[in-house]
């Protein structure tokens, strides 16, 4: 889904990291709020997300959606 959002495809994608964020697996978040965090501005539509996943249990999970939040703030 992330290689899909890099090529113009968040439409389609997006959804599916959205989704994701709900995962009962704590790496699979992980990995895909990295993924946001790679997609910068294209990740915005999920911001809601991103903001709940601010009360993650996950204590990496929240960092790294502090930093999606960061990042997207600064564009």
């Known amino acids: 889904a992330q290689a899909m ?30 993924a946001l965090r ?3 501005a294209k990740a915005r539509p999920a911001l809601p997300q991103i903001e709940t996943a601010l009360k993650d249990p996950d204590d990496y999970v929240q960092r790294v959606a502090r930093a999606v939040l960061a990042q997207l703030e600064n564009k």
């Open 5 to 34: 959002c890099e090529w113009g495809q968040e439409k389609e994608a997006l959804p599916v990291l959205v989704e994701a964020l709900k995962c009962d697996t704590d790496k699979a978040r992980l990995y895909t709020m990295i």
């Open 38 to 40: 790679k997609i910068g």
